[in-house]
């Protein structure tokens, strides 16, 4: 079964840290664009942080202003967002999604959210 699979969400107090992952299972991510996206209650889903598996290259949203990394494990067939000082509005469900067939960009990905496959989404919820 081909499929993402989201793990590491859960309850953080504000300037907390995450660090989420996503594994593939039943397909290479090798050649993919991979993104973590996010989606708040009432707001539409979002694109947070990109990368070309292949090459390494990387896209943040602005919002991101350096608190998160997105990075890769060839090995293990995942991506990580390491997430730093968190706050408030950054409560959301958290999704990553791969691209696999065709060729984009981290920074399109991010702005169109678009995936061949999605992961079922894990929470993440930042509050004192």
């Known amino acids: 079964q081909m499929q993402l699979v989201e793990s590491g969400g859960g309850l953080v107090r504000p300037g907390g840290s995450l660090r989420l992952s996503c594994a593939a299972s039943?397909?290479?991510?090798?050649?993919?664009?991979v993104g973590w996206f996010r989606q708040a209650p009432g707001k539409e889903r979002e694109g947070v942080a990109c990368i070309n598996y292949n090459d390494g290259r990387r896209f943040f949203e602005d919002f991101v202003m350096g608190r998160f990394t997105i990075s890769k494990d060839n090995a293990k067939n995942a991506v990580y967002l390491e997430m730093n000082r968190l706050q408030p509005d950054d409560t959301a469900v958290y999704y990553c999604?791969?691209?696999?067939?065709?060729?984009?960009?981290?920074?399109?990905?991010?702005?169109?959210?678009?995936?061949?496959?999605w992961g079922q989404g894990t929470q993440v919820t930042v509050s004192s």
């Open positions: 039943g397909f290479t991510l090798d050649s993919s664009t």
């Open positions: 999604a791969a691209i696999t067939q065709r060729i984009t960009t981290p920074q399109a990905m991010c702005r169109s959210p678009y995936g061949d496959y």
